[in-house]
């Protein structure tokens, strides 16, 4: 890899962390999406799970784990609070015991509807178009497939 040599004066620079960057601009992005979650009853994870589960009704606890990025510690919490607010169920899978379903209650398919206004909100303050914001998801996403490796 072909790396540019700079000083460790300028390397050290706050402003020229990309770790720094990433770290604040997810700061601002939960800020934003706050009061927009607050007005359908979720958490920030528990919107990311919603979205996983409109995609894919009845994953695994483990699917999900995998597709958020998240261990079981943190995600059992989650999704109890979720069946707790009647938006999720949870249920042994019957051909294998050590599988929990997770699925979505009607309550859970009708707030989906609710929810289908953030992501243009999102988008008009993000002040992107349609095709810059998707490729700056690819690339984020494709540095953290990098980073996972």
């Given at each position: ?73 943190t995600l059992t919490p989650l999704l109890k609070r979720l069946e707790a607010a009647g ?63």
């Open positions: 890899m072909n790396t540019p040599h700079i000083s460790s004066d300028q390397a050290l620079r706050l402003d020229h962390q990309l770790c720094f960057a990433l770290y604040s601009a997810s700061l601002a992005m939960t800020k934003l999406y706050k009061p927009l979650l607050d007005e359908i009853g979720l958490t920030y994870p528990q919107y990311l799970a919603m979205l996983a589960l409109w995609e894919r009704d009845g994953a695994t606890v483990s699917e999900l784990g995998e597709r958020l990025h998240l261990d079981s510690g938006l999720v169920t949870r249920l042994r899978d019957v051909q294998d015991e050590r599988r929990v379903l997770i699925r979505l209650t009607a309550a859970g398919r009708r707030l989906k509807t609710r929810a289908a206004r953030i992501p243009g909100c999102v988008l008009q303050a993000t002040q992107c178009g349609v095709s810059e914001a998707l490729a700056l998801t690819q690339q984020v996403q494709a540095l953290r497939d990098r980073l996972s490796a």
